[in-house]
């Protein structure tokens, strides 16, 4: 079992700045890659960024390449989102995930998700 809680959305006007934190606890969440997910209204929830927590590559959305940066802090069991030059349509819930990689067993639940958390970027 997985715990996952996000923090620190909230209104923003456009081209500011907001930080996204997701604290996670539970059985061996450090096998898992952590993932940013976010769903506009009326829209299907879309991958952000990823990252695990030993290091390694970060990949991005294209939508977000540049402006938005997924680091962890791994003393403090947390992945934060830092986003730079909100704009409009990055207005949505924004999600945390822990993937398992390598699978689990069928039997194991190999993804977990946070309650979400708003961003709204107003023009």
């Known amino acids: 079992q997985v715990q996952l809680v996000e923090s620190g959305g909230g209104l923003v006007q456009a081209g500011g700045s907001l930080r996204l934190s997701c604290a996670a606890s539970g059985r061996s969440f450090s096998r898992y890659d952590m993932r940013w997910y976010r769903q506009a209204p009326g829209k299907e929830r879309d991958f952000v960024a990823q990252i695990s927590w030993g290091g390694g590559a970060t990949p991005y959305a294209d939508s977000v390449k540049g402006r938005f940066t997924i680091s962890a802090d791994n003393a403090k069991n947390t992945v934060y989102l830092q986003m730079n030059s909100l704009k409009p349509e990055d207005t949505a819930i924004y999600y945390c995930?822990?993937?398992?990689?390598?699978?689990?067993?069928?039997?194991?639940?190999?993804?977990?998700w946070g309650q979400g958390t708003q961003v709204t970027v107003s023009s």
């Open positions: 995930n822990a993937h398992r990689n390598p699978p689990a067993p069928s039997w194991v639940p190999s993804d977990y």
